[in-house]
């Protein structure tokens, strides 16, 4: 069965880093892209980013570049989210999501609420 | 980016309905259309990929059509459980771009 199992919530301060992870199962981790998604409170969902797990290789949203690090470790099966300094307005439910062959996403982690406040 | 416009952004239905959803493209992306199920508080679910193809276990009375920049995604026969948002999404080129949601609620 394939999983992704996302890291738990987190309260931090602004300015403040965080890296939360997605741990996937049930499929060869190299096989597929790993994407993040955004979603803010009571909002839509807005495409971060992805990683290729075989070769770390990222494309990123403009809206989201140079704010965000997406990087994987195929040793433990995990892709991971970073910010090296959070803002109040990064308050959001973090999804990851496999690209399937068919270009969907196909299976989704059940999320990570990130609340930033001072 | 490829601006991805859905409407209505609300519908209110009965079991048993029709509903219809549309989603509009900036420009034309094919078929590189996908449409999700988001139920509160919980992660989306994919529905419908390459505009009309059937995600495995989805039940037979969601069908999506379109190519180009038109797209509609369709339920028919609404069952309780169907009451949720539905987001289109298009596969065609990065940043992927999602519509704004569609909240399907009962009447």
């Known amino acids: 069965e394939v999983q992704l199992v996302q890291s738990g919530a987190e309260v931090k301060k602004p300015g403040e880093s965080l890296r939360i992870s997605c741990k996937v199962s049930?499929?060869?981790?190299?096989?597929?892209?790993i994407n993040w998604v955004r979603q803010m409170p009571g909002k839509g969902l807005e495409w971060i980013g992805r990683i290729d797990p075989r070769d770390s290789y990222t494309t990123y949203s403009p809206s989201f570049q140079g704010h965000v690090t997406i990087s994987a470790d195929g040793s433990i099966n995990t892709a991971f989210l970073k910010w090296s300094s959070l803002q109040a307005s990064d308050t959001a439910i973090y999804f990851c999501a496999r690209r399937s062959d068919n270009w969907d996403f196909d299976y989704w982690g059940q999320g990570t609420l990130v609340t930033v406040s001072s | 980016d490829i601006q991805m416009t859905q409407s209505p952004s609300s519908l209110s239905a009965s079991v048993g309905d029709r509903v219809t959803v549309t989603c509009r493209a900036s420009?034309?992306?094919?078929?590189?259309l996908n449409w999700y199920q988001q139920k509160s508080g919980k992660a989306p679910k994919a529905l419908i990929y390459?505009?009309?193809a059937l995600q495995s276990g989805v039940p037979s009375r969601f069908s999506g059509s379109g190519s180009g920049t038109d797209f509609t995604l369709t339920i028919s026969n609404l069952q309780p459980e169907d009451f949720a948002t539905y987001y289109c999404?298009?596969?065609?080129?990065?940043?992927?771009?999602f519509g704004q949601g569609t909240k399907v609620e009962i009447k």
């Open positions: 390459a505009a009309s």
């Open positions: 049930g499929y060869s981790f190299t096989t597929y892209w």
């Open positions: 420009l034309s992306i094919g078929s590189h």
């Open positions: 999404q298009q596969s065609y080129s990065t940043p992927w771009t």
